[in-house]
């Protein structure tokens, strides 16, 4: 997306958005120069994020620690190794699933068994 389409959406002036996305550009990275330059899925999403902030009144300097915080190197490589956590995950919920039904197997065969020796229940009386 370009920057006149992203002011478009948030409905602000595009000299606006040109302004704080140049205070802020250490933490929106873009592919192209001049009026050729786009920003990825991330970049427009916290173009979005910037917007809402300052609408709200937000601090320059609170902005910044927030975007500094978002994108410190911890950040950058919890977001990166989320998906591959989540398939560790998977892997092992995969494997008590199986577990669970070689259990529920046995558990049935034991009832089975002891079913055939079971003896009739006395009663007292």
Same mark, same amino acid.
């Given at each position: ?16 958005? +040109? !302004?704080? @996305?140049?205070?802020? $550009?250490?933490? &929106?990275?873009? %592919?192209?120069?001049?009026? =050729?330059?786009?920003? /990825? *899925? ?33 950040? +950058? !490589?919890? @977001?990166?190794?989320? $998906?591959?956590? &989540?398939?560790? %995950?998977?892997?092992?919920? =995969?494997?008590?699933? /199986? *577990? ?26």
């Amino acid at each position: 997306m370009t920057m006149r389409e992203i002011a478009r959406e948030c409905d602000i002036p595009e000299s606006t958005l +040109r !302004v704080w @996305r140049d205070e802020f $550009e250490a933490f &929106l990275p873009a %592919v192209g120069e001049g009026k =050729r330059r786009r920003y /990825s *899925e991330a970049s427009q999403e916290l173009l979005r994020q910037l917007v809402a902030w300052k609408k709200v009144g937000m601090p320059a300097e609170q902005i910044r620690g927030e975007l500094a915080r978002r994108n410190t190197p911890q950040a +950058r !490589v919890r @977001r990166r190794t989320g $998906e591959s956590q &989540l398939d560790e %995950v998977l892997a092992l919920l =995969r494997a008590q699933a /199986s *577990e669970l039904a070689a259990l529920r197997a046995e558990v049935g065969e034991l009832r089975r068994v002891l079913g055939q020796h079971a003896k009739p229940p006395r009663f007292m009386g």
